[in-house]
């Protein structure tokens, strides 16, 4: 499950998720900015320390936002050094395919786990003609396998595999050493993630969400519903009520109210 703050990721932690990712769709569904490129890698920081403060138990995993990494192998692991040390996550994820085998071997090398992530991409999804299923034809199909082969060679200790048709997703997973997470792949990964505010219906009515997502509670329907009941019992007068007040002792308020008038007297001869 995704968290990208102190709030959620509790949440995620009391419920025992496994795995908590500080995912950069935070970017949009939190940061309500256009797509997860506009992210920088000291927001992933900012977000990941946030996420960490509240979590006790589960294997936590950040990110590395897009321009974080790509450049060089040297640039990632620089990184991703910051990721754990920084933002104290536990592991980071890095999108691409073989190309990206020697940034792994380099970051797992000094001892940091890694998350892949093939399929659909979206820091990539402009090369990738939008946000389209991946692995739809044979051809493709294989590709993904051999990515998903190399990056397990790379050190990879699991795969994300995003929006691939579910029986290729299950018959890579068949042929791998290191467990599968699926989103929108299909039950045959090893594991699935999702995003926790796509899950919890934290989002208004007409929104567009992927095919994948399935809506297990709506926060935020409660939530406008519990706003709204707020500011209605503000203005009538209902809350705050006497329960969610404080006392003070007669005596001390009978001082108080005589300090009160001789002193608003004296204001009034100043006047």
Do not use: W
């Not at 970017?27 to 979590?55: F, I, P, W, Y």
């Not at 519903?225 to 500011?231: D, P, T």
């Amino acid at each position: 499950m995704t968290a990208h703050d102190f709030p959620s990721g509790l949440a995620a932690d009391q419920a025992h998720m496994d795995m908590i990712l500080v995912g950069d769709s935070l970017a949009m569904v939190a940061l309500g900015m256009e797509d997860t490129n506009q992210l920088k890698l000291e927001d992933m920081l900012h977000h990941c320390r946030a996420v960490s403060r509240a979590v006790k138990s589960a294997f936590t995993i950040g990110d590395l936002p897009m321009g974080s990494y790509e450049v060089s192998p040297e640039q990632a692991v620089r990184s991703a050094i910051s990721m754990i040390q920084d933002g104290r996550v536990e592991s980071v994820k890095l999108e691409g395919g073989a190309e990206m085998s020697p940034t792994i071997s380099r970051i797992t090398s000094i001892g940091i786990p890694v998350l892949g992530h093939i399929g659909l991409t979206p820091q990539r999804s402009h090369a990738l003609g939008g946000f389209r299923v991946q692995g739809k034809t044979a051809s493709s199909a294989n590709k993904l396998f051999t990515d998903a082969l190399t990056l397990q060679a790379a050190g990879c200790y699991s795969l994300v595999l995003e929006a691939v048709p579910a029986p290729v997703a299950a018959l890579i997973t068949s042929k791998l050493r290191i467990p599968t997470i699926g989103i929108g792949a299909g039950g045959g990964c090893s594991g699935q993630v999702l995003v926790q505010i796509d899950a919890l219906g934290n989002f208004p009515e007409g929104r567009f969400m992927p095919k994948f997502v399935r809506k297990y509670g709506s926060v935020f329907e409660e939530s406008k519903r519990a706003i709204e009941r707020y500011r209605d019992e503000v203005k009538s007068g209902q809350y705050p009520a006497v329960e969610h007040t404080y006392p003070i002792s007669k005596g001390e308020l009978e001082e108080f109210e005589a300090i009160v008038e001789r002193r608003s007297k004296e204001f009034e001869i100043e006047e």
